[in-house]
């Protein structure tokens, strides 16, 4: 490679990681993820999203107006060859506190999932409970996990297809249990950013193989459907994941979110008649 394309590789390179830095700190100021003294558990899969999270936090952490720890935890499913020295050799290589937790959820997942049936949620369950059991022993004051924008969408779109539910992942969240909040400082970063980001840095990536390929998976048709509006719309799926920050409960039609029941008329003779909001739409169909 010529000095010129080296060069202009290592611009490319800075522009990625100033853009991924600046949009993990957007959605940690927004959400307020990260207070001072946090003790912060990065769930590190081995997989690139993680991998990136990890650094970034870790770049941040220098600079954090406020002080905060940071402990990197893998669960080890016990996945047939799973090559258990990859994480601990990265991680220690770079200086970072860790700890392995070891839970044979493979065996469950295949004993009760059929053969050819999707495991993602029955294993998304189980790593969950360890990783909560973890966070509680340990004085754990935040999870983090490494969803991005683009996961936030595709679920929004699965629980609307599939579950009859305006439901997405937040980026901060309060457990079932309330006993522990779960962040997403990936949350305002895009997938092909994270590709990029984790080629360039060359992570040891370790592939998820509990459940083999499952190409047909919904969450892989909500993928391919949002990356054919991306090349076909430029800039829909943005406007998609601005939606999800800006609701407007009385343009719905959930009586649990808004008192559709009690609406009143405010009567004044005087006053100047307004357009409807959703007017101009209406204009527009016709």
Not at 52 to 78: C, G, H, R, S, Y
Not at 214 to 238: C, I, S, T
Not at 254 to 276: G, Q, S
């Amino acid at each position: 490679m010529t000095e010129d394309l080296l060069q202009k590789s290592r611009t490319q390179f800075n522009k990625l990681q100033k853009r991924l830095r600046r949009c993990v700190g957007e959605a940690i100021a927004d959400f307020n993820m990260i207070e001072a003294n946090d003790k912060i558990m990065v769930c590190l899969s081995g997989g690139k999203d993680s991998y990136t999270m990890l650094d970034i936090l870790l770049n941040l952490q220098k600079t954090a107006p406020v002080p905060f720890e940071i402990i990197a935890v893998n669960l080890d499913q016990k996945q047939p060859g799973f090559p258990e020295h990859v994480l601990p050799q990265y991680l220690e290589s770079i200086g970072v506190p860790y700890h392995i937790i070891e839970n044979d959820t493979y065996s469950i997942v295949k004993r009760i999932i059929p053969e050819g049936k999707t495991t993602c949620s029955l294993c998304s369950r189980l790593r969950r409970g360890s990783l909560y059991g973890y966070a509680k022993a340990h004085g754990i004051t935040k999870i983090a996990l490494g969803h991005h924008r683009d996961d936030i969408i595709e679920t929004f779109f699965l629980n609307m297809f599939y579950a009859g539910k305006l439901k997405a992942m937040p980026p901060k969240l309060l457990s079932d249990d309330k006993q522990n909040i779960i962040i997403r400082p990936l949350a305002y970063c895009r997938e092909k950013d994270i590709n990029r980001f984790a080629a360039f840095k060359q992570f040891p990536i370790i592939p998820c193989n509990l459940c083999g390929s499952q190409e047909n998976l919904q969450r892989v048709a909500m993928k391919q459907m949002l990356a054919g509006w991306d090349k076909q719309f430029p800039g829909r799926v943005e406007t998609i994941f601005a939606s999800l920050q800006n609701i407007a409960p009385s343009q719905m039609a959930d009586i649990n979110l808004f008192d559709f029941a009690n609406l009143k008329r405010e009567i004044d003779l005087d006053a100047t008649p307004v357009l409807p909001d959703d007017a101009g739409l209406d204009i527009l169909a016709r």
